[in-house]
T-cell receptor, first 114, second 110 residues
């Protein structure tokens, strides 16, 4: 069974631009969650989607948004990029919503904002 | 004060030693996850606990809900156990958001 995939793996953008990251969950998994990891703040929860609905959202500004498609694939978008958005963005998939199942993480997308 | 605290932040052990990593949290939770992150960023889920104890190979995880504390033990440590170990809790009051500890960096020397 294929694991969680994320594209692209690396991305370089400049301030003010926007970016879209993609996450394909394990087949059969309907929950996708997104995380930001930085050296200063560690891992932080961005949002969780289940059956195309956002179920939960972390404490991030509205520039961070996401969506989930009917095939469970998910995208997250960051608009008006700031230098502080440079981070490793990870997604994880699981069978159901709510973090009561094992989470399967993708390899991450490393975003650099110049 | 962070809702999830891990100790120690860094740990160095000799191959074969018994390792314990601690995770304390200050609010009610409905579940706790232990994760392992190797250099390069990949994260692997080790355990999901809501009570008691779980064992997988050389890894043991325990949780005491009343004391708001969990431990991850590595028996007979090996250099391949060198990684960052992260505790994450599902906060009841926050509508089941996942909140992370700062991680424990473990180095096992041969």
């Amino acid at each position: 069974k294929a694991g969680v995939t994320q594209t692209p793996r690396y991305l370089i953008k400049t301030r003010g631009q926007q970016v879209t990251l993609s996450c394909s969950p394990i087949s059969g998994h309907r929950s996708v969650s997104w995380y930001q990891q930085t050296p200063g703040q560690g891992l932080q929860f961005l949002f969780e989607y289940f059956s195309e609905t956002q179920r939960n959202k972390g404490n991030f500004p509205g520039r961070f948004s996401g969506r989930q498609f009917s095939n469970s694939r998910s995208e997250m978008n960051v608009s008006t990029l700031e230098l502080g958005d440079s981070a490793l963005y990870l997604c994880a998939s699981s069978l159901t919503s709510g973090f009561y199942n094992e989470q399967f993480f993708g390899p991450g997308t490393r975003l650099t904002v110049l | 004060k962070n809702e999830v605290e891990q100790s120690p932040q860094n740990l160095t052990a000799q191959e074969g030693e018994f390792i314990t990593i601690n995770c304390s949290y200050s609010v009610g939770i409905s579940a706790l996850h232990w994760l392992q992150q190797h250099p390069g960023g990949g994260i692997v889920s080790l355990f999901m606990l809501s009570s008691g104890k779980k064992k997988h190979g050389r890894l043991i995880a325990t949780i005491n809900i009343q004391e708001k504390h969990s431990s991850l033990h590595i028996t007979a440590s090996h250099p391949r156990d060198s990684a960052v170990y992260i505790c994450a809790v599902v906060l009841q009051a926050a509508g089941n958001k996942l909140t992370f500890g700062g991680g424990t960096r473990v180095l096992v020397k041969p």
